[in-house]
């Protein structure tokens, strides 16, 4: 049975930094896409970033560009979330997912993943 669980999320000040973890099991995940998206109270959940297996390139929302980086080892089954210079609004429940199926929607949305974390809780205060 697939599994993603994610750990990391935490209270922090604005201006702060935590780093997630994504550890996938069950599955093979070397040659899946992996994806962070978030969800904030009362908002619908949006893409973070994502990172393909095979060009190692990553994908990211204008939003966290240039705070946020995404990386992947695959030899763990493990993809993280480096969160660096943290804003109130990026206080959000945050959730890994994976893209093993091909043809799938863009990675850019919720479609185009086939397996979703139970998700993490981040806090950012003012």
């Known amino acids: 049975q697939v599994q993603l669980v994610e750990s990391g999320g935490g209270l922090v000040q604005a201006g702060g930094s935590l780093s997630l973890s994504c550890v996938a099991s069950?599955?093979?995940?070397?040659?899946?896409?992996m994806g962070w998206f978030r969800q904030a109270p009362g908002k619908e959940r949006e893409f973070v970033a994502a990172?393909?297996?095979?060009?190692?390139?990553?994908y990211y929302a204008d939003s966290v560009k240039g705070r946020f980086t995404i990386s992947r080892d695959n030899a763990r089954n493990t993809v993280r979330l480096q969160m660096n210079n943290l804003e109130p609004e990026d206080t959000a429940v945050y959730y890994c997912?994976?893209?093993?199926?091909?043809?799938?929607?863009?990675?850019?949305?919720?479609?185009?993943?086939?397996?979703w974390g139970q998700g993490t809780q981040v806090t950012v205060s003012s």
């Open positions: 997912a994976a893209r093993t199926s091909p043809g799938r929607a863009s990675i850019y949305t919720e479609e185009g993943y086939d397996y």
């Open positions: 069950g599955g093979t995940f070397s040659r899946a896409t």
């Open positions: 990172v393909r297996w095979n060009v190692y390139s990553p």
